[in-house]
């Protein structure tokens, strides 16, 4: 058997974020996604699946400070091609307002519009993707093996999407829902080797019920583009704070999970469809109510969970620089609640236009950019 390599020490990590696209007046969803693409620089904004949004998507990045700066100026960017436009970014993972989406026309949007049917229809939702840096695909695999019991604490700290077509749904993160609708978005059990996760990719594919490998909408995969592992369980965070500080504990969990690989440590026993429900349990409640503790399998406080989680990867962050970092800002969200709650006090005092318009106000604090 080949030793595997050793793990490096500071691996490289991104961010795509998925950004609404709102009126400047209404706050309503506006299907202006080719003219932002088209007015932004380069290739700093893409396109997306609904005309009523926009991606952008970082470099390479090997610590958090160089991140923050990344994100910061792709939202700048995006904001003064939206501004041109005559929209508005907004990083919420689900319109509060009602929407009919927009398909954006594209070959591949079309056939999956065509085989998916409501499911694609209603499919107007922003995630965040974290892509963290691996030395093969068989490390890989073992990262996906070992991280997926973690991955429903990372959403209830990111969960940002309380409402949707008008109506508080009474989840944190009702994207999570939605998505979950798409036949491939689900957990995985572990695969044990790369032949066997191509595998299940292929039969997934063959079975109907994705197009491609680009619809693998595990809730982690390997990058079909890149060497990296893309965890894709975030809902898009308001806050550039919190986008990063999500960034960065996935990145200590795949550090963490590449190291017990090589070490020989199994995966937590947690069965698919218990993971699922650990999903729901962070996409319905977010922060507020109990969490499953991934090690025992039991509902436990949000806050004990997460404590959990910090002291699981506590030597990677370490490692990396971001020990005080994570901590501080987990303190924070834990405190002041995640995107969810902020939405909700919005809502509270000035209706769903104002949770809009606080929400446009923060995606772009504190942006730069070069012009």
Not at 165 to 171: E, L, M, R
Not at 265 to 286: C, D, F, H, I, N
């Amino acid at each position: 058997m080949t030793t595997p390599p050793p793990p490096t020490t500071s691996r490289t990590f991104g961010v795509e974020e998925e950004l609404l696209l709102v009126g400047g007046v209404s706050g309503a969803p506006t299907p202006a996604g080719e003219q932002v693409v088209a007015l932004a620089p380069g290739d700093t904004v893409e396109h997306e699946f609904k005309k009523e949004q926009a991606e952008t998507g970082s470099e390479p990045c090997r610590s958090a400070d160089e991140l923050v700066g990344q994100l910061r100026e792709l939202r700048a960017v995006a904001a003064r091609a939206a501004d041109r436009s005559g929209v508005r970014i907004a990083a919420l993972a689900t319109s509060p307002l009602r929407v009919r989406p927009t398909a954006t026309p594209d070959e591949r949007y079309r056939r999956m519009h065509d085989r998916f049917g409501v499911i694609a229809d209603r499919q107007l939702t922003c995630g965040q993707h974290v892509h963290v840096g691996i030395e093969s695909r068989a490390e890989g695999v073992g990262v996906l093996d070992r991280i997926g019991p973690w991955l429903p604490v990372i959403l209830a700290l990111s969960a940002n999407s309380p409402f949707w077509q008008g109506v508080d749904t009474g989840y944190a993160s009702f994207r999570t829902v939605l998505w979950g609708m798409w036949p491939s978005a689900l957990p995985t059990a572990p695969f044990g080797d790369e032949s066997t996760y191509d595998t299940a990719v292929s039969e997934l594919i063959e079975s109907g019920a994705a197009l491609d490998d680009g619809m693998v909408y595990f809730d982690a995969r390997l990058s079909a583009s890149y060497p990296t592992v893309e965890i894709r369980v975030a809902d898009v965070c308001t806050d550039v704070a919190d986008a990063v500080a999500i960034a960065v504990l996935c990145r200590a969990l795949v550090d963490t999970a590449a190291r017990q690989w090589r070490d020989g440590e199994q995966p937590l026993p947690m069965r698919p469809e218990l993971r699922r429900a650990a999903v729901w349990r962070a996409a319905r409640y977010g922060l507020t109510e109990e969490l499953l503790d991934p090690r025992t399998r039991r509902p436990v406080p949000a806050a004990d969970a997460v404590s959990g989680l910090l002291e699981q990867l506590d030597g990677a962050l370490t490692r990396s620089g971001d020990r005080e970092r994570a901590h501080h800002e987990v303190a924070r969200l834990l405190r002041t609640g995640n995107g969810a709650e902020h939405q909700r006090r919005a809502d509270a005092e000035g209706g769903l236009t104002a949770v809009v318009r606080d929400a446009v106000r923060r995606t772009v604090a504190g942006a730069v950019s070069n012009g």
